[in-house]
Each structure stands twice: as structure tokens, then as C-alpha cells.
């Protein structure tokens, strides 16, 4: 059974603050997904990482993807209060279906940043 | 574009109740996912379908739960039933393949609460 481990699971920083989500998964993969979700709404896909080493940027955000580790780490450099939020990694176990498992999520960091 | 649609966007129901929740993906998307959010138990993954077969329905939480889909398009997830556990938000996402992705887009999700 896949399993994703998100950590931190709250987070309260400062503005202006650099600071680092992880995310471990059990099994092999090589789709892992960021997502991004705001109190009431739904889910806003913010990364999609695809092969080991994979890196990508979207202002002050950047996520990595480390398949040998079996890790992902999202970067925030620089945090403002509008990047509050609750963020989730989620992984696909992949397969020659694709996507026909579904993806298997984390529990989601809270994350607050304060003025 | 027209992003996923779901409806209805809340919904309130008594015990023993049946609902029917709707998705209509974006257009040109053949695969469909359905995910259950809720504060106990995080998202999961209830059932996928690519194009009108669903391969697996092992993710739905009981035998009160079906979903169907037709003409490769609109989706209904069917609850028979209804018990207050099945309080949740329920979401609807969908994908096509792009460069090895199976990016799911997410829909704004029906809040079913039952009383």
C-alpha cells in the first residue's frame, strides 16, 4: 500500500521567511504532485514533477523530486501572507494503466504566514 | 476554458437518505477520478473511470456506494443510505495524458452533509 508523509503538518512563519515542506512516499513512482488549497475551495494544481531530479519554480515557490530518496521537498523563499494556504503532495503509483489508482495524498500542511 | 463542474455544490440530506452528486469534466478529458475529503480521514481515493468503464471499484468505502459514467462524459457518484459518516466533501477531478502526465484537474467539490 502506498503511503505519503507530509512534514510539517502546520506551519506558521513570518513573511519574508524561507522554509521547507517534505514529502516521503513508500513505493517507487515518478509522478509526484503539488497541490494547493485554500479554506472552502478545492484543489489548484501548482507542480507536476515527473522524473528524478526534477525541479520546477513558480515565484516563490519550487519543488524537487528525488525518486531514489523517494522524497519531494517544496521550497518557499522569500514568504508572503498571500501563500497561506494548505499544501499537498500526492503521488501516482503509476503502472501501464496510468493514473488508474488514483493518487494517494498527504494529510496537507497548514501553512500561516503572518505579517 | 470551462474548468470541472460539479453539483450540487452543497447538499444536505437526512439518514437513510439516497443523493446523487454530478462531475462533468473538461471537455476532451477522458479519465475521471472521484475523492472524498474529510477532516478525519484526509482525501481518498474512491474510484476512477477512463472513458465509461471503471477497472476497479475496490476504493469505494462500501457496497452503498456506486458511481457511473456515460457517453465518456458526465459522471454521478450514487450513495444509497446515507449514514452520517459519509459527511464530506466529495471531488470530482479529471485528466488527459500530456508528455507522461496524468495531471488531475479538480472540480469545486459538492459538500454533502447528513443529518
Known amino acids: 500500500e502506498l503511503k505519503v508523509e507530509q512534514n510539517p503538518l502546520f506551519l506558521s512563519m513570518q513573511e519574508g521567511k524561507n522554509y521547507t515542506i517534505y514529502c516521503n512516499y513508500s513505493t517507487t513512482s515518478d509522478r509526484l504532485y503539488w497541490y494547493r488549497q485554500d479554506p472552502g475551495k478545492s484543489l489548484e494544481s501548482l507542480f507536476v514533477l515527473l522524473s528524478n531530479g526534477a525541479v520546477k519554480q513558480e515565484g516563490r515557490l519550487m519543488a524537487s523530486l528525488d525518486t531514489k530518496a523517494r522524497l519531494s521537498t517544496l521550497h518557499i523563499t522569500a514568504a508572503v501572507h498571500d501563500l497561506s494556504a494548505t499544501y499537498f503532495c500526492a503521488v501516482d503509483s503509476g503502472g501501464s494503466g496510468g493514473g488508474a489508482d488514483g493518487l494517494t495524498f498527504g494529510k496537507g500542511t497548514h501553512l500561516i504566514i503572518q505579517p | 476554458g470551462a474548468g470541472v463542474s460539479q453539483s450540487p455544490s452543497n447538499k444536505v440530506t437526512e439518514k437513510g437518505k439516497d443523493v446523487e452528486l454530478r462531475c462533468d469534466p473538461i471537455?476532451?478529458?477522458?479519465?475521471l477520478y472521484w475523492y472524498r475529503q474529510s477532516l478525519g480521514q484526509g482525501l481518498e481515493f474512491l474510484i476512477y473511470f477512463q472513458g465509461n468503464s471503471a477497472p476497479d471499484k475496490s476504493g469505494l468505502p462500501s457496497d452503498r456506494f456506486s458511481a457511473e459514467r456515460t457517453g465518456g462524459s458526465v459522471s454521478t457518484l450514487t450513495i444509497q443510505r446515507t449514514q452520517q459518516e459519509d459527511s464530506a466533501v466529495y471531488l470530482c477531478a479529471s485528466s488527459h495524458v500530456s508528455g507522461g502526465s496524468y495531471e488531475q484537474y479538480f472540480g469545486p467539490g459538492t459538500r454533502l452533509t447528513v443529518t
Open positions: 471537455s476532451g478529458h477522458t479519465a
